[in-house]
């Protein structure tokens, strides 16, 4: 079992900036990969971006050049800096650990941008 808790989201406006940070407990050692998803209301959830244990990242064609995934797998962390934050960003996003035989997810945490 792996164990995932959010943090960072809030309201921020147009063209600002936010950093979402997510931690991991439970059996680590078997967490192949984390990443970020969101759920914008009547939307399916979304890949916004993915690190490897190996440092392959990948990311979400809308979110390219503005947001950055990072990890700390040593302290079981992984970020989201988002920049250059457009309404149409405004989602629950949800932190995601992958194993071999599972998913992983946290409860989420809301991003709303706004002016």
């Known amino acids: 079992q792996v164990q995932l808790v959010e943090s960072g989201g809030g309201l921020v406006q147009p063209g600002g900036s936010l950093r979402l940070s997510c931690v991991a407990s439970?059996?680590?050692?078997?967490?192949?990969?984390m990443g970020w998803y969101r759920q914008a209301p009547g939307k399916q959830r979304e890949l916004v971006a993915v690190i490897t244990s190996g440092d392959s990242t990948n990311y979400a064609d809308s979110v390219k050049g503005r947001f950055t995934i990072s990890r700390a797998f040593a302290r079981n962390m992984v970020y989201l800096q988002m920049n250059s934050l457009k309404p149409e960003d405004t989602a629950v996003y949800y932190c995601n650990a992958g194993t071999q035989n599972h998913d992983y997810w946290g409860q989420g945490t809301q991003v709303t941008v706004s002016s």
């Open positions: 439970g059996s680590i050692f078997s967490i192949n990969a």
